[in-house]
C-alpha cells in the first residue's frame, strides 16, 4: 500500500512538472534553410529571432507569460516545408516567423491556415504569397513586383543601348523576380537580347556562360540565390567577361563574396533600405554586434516579425491567431524597422526597394542617387 502510494506522488509530480511550464509559456516558431546551401540566410531569421525572444522576455513576456522558440529546418525545399509546417501546426503553435524561400512560405502558409497558425515571412517576395486571400498570410519585406520594377528601371536608366540578358533558376522566387523585371526593362522600351533559365544546384555555368560571351552581354540580371549568383559570375570571369552581375535581395548575405572572392566587385543588388543604419535599429543592432552578429540581410527583419506579434498580442488580449491577424491588419506597429502597417493582403503599406553595390572588401553599400 505504501509502494502503490508512492508510486502515485511521484506520478502526481511528474504531471506536474509536465504541464506547469505550460502554463507559463507560449511556443512560437521560426522557419528556413537551416541546412543546405542557402543556410547563411536561416542563420539570419533564426539570429533574428533569438534576440528578439531574448529582448521581449526580459521585458517581461507576452500576456505575462515567457515565450519558448522551436526551430523549423526547411531546407528550401517545399516539400520539407510543408512538412515543418505540419509539425507546428501538431504542436499549436500558434505564430511561426517564416519562411525564407518564397516556395517554401507559399506551400507551408496552407497548412498554418488550416491549422490555425498566422505567419509573418521576414524574407518571401514572391507576390502569391499574400495573393490568395488567406487570413494568415503577412511579411515584413516588400514584393517581386516592387523590387523588379526597381532593377528594371535601374537597368534601363543606365543601361541603355548596352545588350542585357536575364537569367533565372526557375524557382518561385528567381522566375518570378526576373518576370518582374523584364516586364519593367520591356516596358522602358528596352528589349534583353538573351532571356534563359539554369536549374538551382547547378555547378558548371559554362555553356551558358559561353552563349553570353559569344552574343557580348554587358549586363546580366540574375533572378535566383546568392551560391548560384556567384558561381555564374567567377566563371564569366573565368572566361574573361567584364560583364556586370545584377541580381536581387538573395544576394545580401557575405557569403555571396566569399563564393567570389574580389570578383564581387561591382555587383549590383536590389534591396530594402538597410536596416542597420535606422534610427529604430540602432540599439539592436549593438546589441548583436556585441554577441558577434552582424544583422545583416534579414535578420532585423525578422526581429521586427515578432515584435509585430507581440504587440498585436498584447493589444488583443489574446493569442488567438484569427484575432491577431485581424490586430494586426488594423494597427500600426513600432518596429527595429520603423513603423509599420498593413493592407487587407497583409503587405507593408510603405516600401522602397533601392540599389546596392558590392565592393571590394566584401560589403555592400546602398548607391547614392
Not at 19 to 30: L, Y
Not at 45 to 58: C, H, K, S, T
Not at 351 to 361: F, G, R, T
Request: glycine share 10%.
Amino acid at each position: 500500500m505504501k509502494s502503490a502510494r508512492l508510486v502515485a506522488l511521484v506520478a502526481a509530480a511528474g504531471l506536474f512538472a509536465a504541464t506547469g511550464p505550460a502554463f507559463s509559456q507560449i511556443t512560437i516558431g521560426v522557419a528556413g534553410p537551416m541546412t543546405g546551401q542557402y543556410a547563411s540566410f536561416g542563420e539570419q531569421l533564426r539570429n533574428g529571432a533569438n534576440l528578439a525572444l531574448e529582448d521581449i522576455n526580459a521585458a517581461g513576456g507576452v500576456l505575462k507569460k515567457q515565450l519558448k522558440l522551436v526551430v523549423g529546418d526547411d531546407a528550401c525545399d517545399p516539400k520539407q516545408a510543408r512538412a515543418t509546417a505540419d509539425r507546428f501546426v501538431a504542436q499549436r503553435v500558434p505564430f511561426v516567423m517564416g519562411h525564407y524561400c518564397s516556395s517554401s512560405s507559399i506551400p507551408a502558409s496552407e497548412a498554418y491556415a488550416e491549422g490555425n497558425v498566422l505567419q509573418i515571412t521576414p524574407a518571401s517576395t514572391n507576390p502569391t504569397f499574400t495573393e490568395r486571400k488567406l487570413w494568415n498570410t503577412f511579411r515584413v519585406c516588400g514584393r517581386d513586383d516592387q523590387q523588379g520594377a526597381v532593377a528594371g528601371k535601374y537597368l534601363a536608366d543606365n543601361f541603355k543601348g548596352k545588350k542585357i540578358a536575364i537569367l533565372n533558376d526557375k524557382s518561385t522566387y528567381g522566375a518570378g523576380l526576373a518576370n518582374e523585371t523584364k516586364k519593367a526593362l520591356n516596358a522602358a522600351g528596352i528589349t534583353e537580347v538573351l532571356n534563359e533559365a539554369y536549374t538551382q544546384g547547378d555547378k558548371d555555368f559554362t555553356a551558358l556562360v559561353s552563349r553570353m560571351k559569344a552574343a557580348e552581354i554587358d549586363v546580366v540580371y540574375v533572378g535566383g540565390y546568392h551560391t548560384e549568383a556567384g558561381l555564374i559570375l567567377r566563371q564569366m570571369r573565368d572566361q574573361g567577361m567584364k560583364t556586370i552581375l545584377m541580381a536581387g535581395d538573395a544576394l545580401a548575405d557575405k557569403q555571396f563574396a566569399s563564393i567570389t572572392g574580389q570578383h564581387a566587385e561591382g555587383v549590383l543588388m536590389t534591396f530594402g533600405p538597410d536596416p542597420r543604419n535606422r534610427p529604430s535599429a540602432a540599439e539592436i543592432v549593438k546589441k548583436f554586434k556585441a554577441k558577434g552578429i552582424d544583422p545583416e540581410g534579414y535578420t532585423l527583419y525578422t526581429y521586427a516579425a515578432l515584435q509585430i506579434w507581440a504587440q498585436a498580442v498584447e493589444k488583443t488580449g489574446s493569442t488567438d491567431p484569427k484575432k491577431v491577424a485581424a490586430t494586426i491588419k488594423a494597427g500600426k506597429w513600432n518596429t527595429v524597422l520603423g513603423e509599420i502597417s498593413y493592407d487587407a493582403k497583409g503587405d507593408i503599406t510603405v516600401l522602397d526597394y533601392v540599389v546596392y553595390q558590392w565592393k571590394a572588401d566584401g560589403t555592400y553599400a546602398e548607391l547614392k542617387k
